[in-house]
């Protein structure tokens, strides 16, 4: 019998109301990530929709749109910003799930699990480059260069998680590298990007480049907490999915640090083989260590470096939005 699900601390926003602010924009946003789908291939359109309707919380696109509102955006770009960054984000997923060998995410079968490996990888190819033409439409080479180098870091991110991958020994330090690179870059720049494109001045611009990098980091930590304290009704895929792919997360890397060496052992082992044969007595070991508490606490740290970079934006409901929105992503059950 699995432990009970580790309960945050406090509810979660809701985050409708926090949508319902921009909810012209988002529309917009979905009949722009529709129409740039379109190809005359006709795997891409069944995959890419497939994908692109399986549901989600959408938190990047709309991190963009409300940041852009937040900034006073004078046109329609952060639309556009906001379907790159949504176009990005699948590729990703895309990409992962072939990676992990994953069969389910938010609750269906993964695109690879249906149409194959060749496919998943090959969409997510199309997706990357689709919103590199959409980046070039914009017109700025500030964006390119944004995107750009938040692109080449989440590949790299990619890469050094495949090399902890069964790795035990690996540090908090590898660990939170890989989630800066990996899930926090894109929320840096969709954040920046609605400053940049809003001409707001250099001091709000890094600004909400820190809240995006804090806020991407605290809601990664959680997302690695949750594998391990969630239902798989909950999170939409198998729990200790983490586990099962030899990925040492915060959860695991803090149990091993306090565990007794015989329950290290267990830990050690599991991440070097994988599988989930282990799964209950380890979850018991990370209950004991307070591995899940811990972990919050650093997701909890990140929010507040969050919040505090909101600051240096002016008063507006699109300002509390962002702050919500990092209330959201730390308090979340899903």
């Not at 991110?157 to 902890?164: A, K, S």
Request: hydrophobic residues 45%; charged residues 25%.
């Amino acid at each position: 019998m699995l432990p009970a699900p580790l309960k945050p601390a406090a509810a979660a926003p809701d985050l409708g109301k926090l949508r319902a602010l921009v909810t012209e924009d988002f529309r917009a946003t979905d009949r722009l990530i529709r129409e740039e789908l379109r190809s005359d291939v006709a795997l891409i359109n069944q995959l890419s929709d497939y994908i692109i309707s399986g549901g989600g919380k959408r938190l990047r696109p709309m991190l963009v749109l409300l940041a852009a509102r937040a900034c006073g955006v004078h046109d329609d770009r952060h639309i556009k910003l906001a379907a790159i960054i949504e176009f990005i984000h699948t590729a990703t997923l895309l990409h992962d799930d072939v990676v992990d060998a994953s069969s389910l995410r938010r609750g269906r079968e993964t695109a690879n699990a249906i149409w194959g490996n060749e496919a998943s990888v090959l969409v997510g190819d199309f997706l990357y480059s689709r919103a590199f033409q959409m980046m070039v439409a914009v017109d700025d080479m500030r964006i390119m260069g944004i995107m750009a180098d938040a692109t080449n870091l989440i590949a790299e991110g990619e890469v050094l998680q495949l090399l902890n991958c069964n790795d035990p020994d690996t540090t908090e330090s590898r660990y939170l590298e890989v989630i800066r690179r990996k899930t926090a870059t894109l929320f840096q720049a969709g954040a920046q990007l609605g400053a940049v494109i809003a001409l707001r001045p250099e001091n709000e611009q890094k600004a909400l480049a820190d809240y995006g990098l804090h806020l991407g980091n605290a809601f990664q930590l959680v997302d690695d907490m949750l594998d391990y304290s969630a239902s798989t009704s909950e999170l939409g895929k198998n729990v200790g999915d983490d586990l099962a792919e030899g990925k040492p997360t915060l959860p695991l890397i803090q149990a091993m640090y306090k565990a007794a060496p015989e329950q290290r052992d267990i830990i050690r082992k599991a991440i070097t083989e994988g599988g989930r044969e282990h799964i209950v007595e380890i979850l018991a070991i990370i209950r004991k260590t307070d591995a899940l508490e811990y972990t919050y606490q650093c997701a909890q740290q990140q929010a507040k470096k969050a919040i505090e970079a909101l600051k240096h934006l002016p008063d507006s409901s699109y300002k509390a939005a962002l702050g919500e929105l990092v209330e959201f992503s730390v308090e979340r059950h899903a």
